[in-house]
């Protein structure tokens, strides 16, 4: 595992891009119309964005995984993030949708600990090596560099058939939100 850089940008955009094209929880931030996939796009690069500046990117050494890590508590508002968030809004969302978003926003921050830890936030394989156990190596390596890092792992995911997967791994889910869907919060506490 090797940290991305901004040259990866479009390589892990484009393995996020088309890891959560069917997701439930990305297609109800994404505004649904016929721009849907480019939205999902330039919601995949907000997010590389944010991870890259906030957190950690990390990619697979064969480069068919990756992963977003934010961390809240070093994340700061300039006048670079409020362009990123204006950016999002208009070209992700929608502003007739915003306020329905940020309310999604608010139920899932409000079970996140007050104490730093690492927000898993996207996670994907490339598609066409899915199934190949890329994915369980590679959490394998991001979980450890968590716990070096001595930080709590959260996520999220409204995909049952992900939950065996990620309990295999330690995680528990701590929480559920009815949204138009369930959305499972999981979390990994260091042994």
Known sequence: MRRATVNDRPLVVDILKK????????????????KRKHRIRRLMEYSFDLCNAFGEVWMSEDLQACALILFEDKKRTSLRTILWDLKLAFSVIGLNRVSAVLKRESMIKNHHPKNPFAYLWFIGVSPSNQNKGIGSSFIQEVIQECDRKNRPIYLETSTKKNI????????EIFQ????????YQLRKVKA
């Open 19 to 34: 890891s959560f094209n069917d997701n439930k929880s990305v297609n109800d931030v994404v505004k649904q119309d016929r």
């Open 164 to 171: 065996p997967f990620y309990q295999k791994f330690g995680f």
């Open 176 to 183: 559920s939100l009815n949204l138009n869907y369930t959305l």
